[in-house]
């Protein structure tokens, strides 16, 4: 079945500091893999997608993602946080297979982000 | 500008009170989508479609109902609203398959069902 499992529900970290959320997923063909931001009162931002080639992958506002195969992960991270960056991050899996998930996105439980200034 | 609106934004409504949250998208998308989000539970898709007249159910679609008749709208029908639809609900649409196109959300539409 397919499954995003992000393990840390909420993470602090101070202004500066650097970040890794992580994201592990389970899916039957090649996954495309996401991360999207959801701001306090907002919807949700893609960040960054991977779907084949280079398995580090660069998105907005400085962040990039690793995608390992071999441990079926696809952290989030990032050098140095912003205050800006709090809030909630969601991983996501996805694919192009025919079958019967052709269409569908599935979501992690998301991260909450929270940076102490 | 490129975006997906939904109205109304927030909504506080009776239980049995029939319904509809709008979606619509400027961007001539083929897939659309609707979620719900629910503290600790992250977005569980309710129906999407990929092309007009082609909806299929989500994780989540009892108790909801969709149409798509034309591309750019995606209205959600709650025909008999309860409690447990209180909820904020997200639309969201892409270029192609929902699957692996990044896919924009709309700002989304806080239901309160009494």
């Known amino acids: 079945a397919q499954s995003v499992t992000q393990p840390d529900i909420h993470i602090t970290v101070s202004e500066g500091a650097s970040l890794e959320l992580r994201c592990n997923y389970s899916?039957?063909?090649?996954?495309?893999l996401f991360w999207y931001v959801q701001s306090p009162g907002q919807g949700l931002q893609l960040l960054l997608k991977?779907?084949?080639?280079?398995?580090l992958v660069q998105g907005i506002k400085g962040f990039e993602a690793e995608f390992k195969r071999s441990q079926s992960s696809f952290n989030l991270r990032k050098p140095s946080v912003h205050w800006s960056d709090a809030a909630e991050y969601f991983c996501?899996?996805?694919?192009?297979?025919?079958?019967?998930?052709?269409?569908?996105?599935?979501f992690g439980r998301g991260t909450q982000l929270t940076v102490w200034p | 500008e490129a975006q997906v609106t939904q109205n109304p934004r927030y909504l506080i409504t009776v239980t049995g009170k029939k319904l509809t949250v709008t979606c619509s998208q400027n961007?001539?998308?083929?897939?659309m989508s609707w979620y719900r989000q629910d503290p600790g539970l992250g977005l569980r898709q309710i129906y999407y479609?990929?092309?007009?007249?082609?909806?299929d159910k989500g994780d989540v679609p009892e108790g909801y109902k969709v149409s798509r008749k034309e591309k750019r709208n995606f209205p959600l029908i709650l025909e008999s609203p309860s409690p447990n639809q209180t909820s904020l609900y997200f639309c969201?649409?892409?270029?192609?398959?929902?699957?692996?196109?990044?896919?924009?959300f709309g700002p989304g539409t806080r239901l309160t069902v009494l």
């Open positions: 991977y779907f084949s080639g280079d398995t």
């Open positions: 479609s990929m092309n007009v007249e082609v909806t």
């Open positions: 961007m001539n998308h083929e897939y």
């Open positions: 969201a649409s892409s270029l192609g398959g929902g699957g692996v196109s990044g896919q924009f």
């Open positions: 899916y039957g063909a090649t996954p495309y």
């Open positions: 996501a899996v996805g694919g192009d297979d025919r079958g019967s998930t052709l269409g569908r996105l599935y």
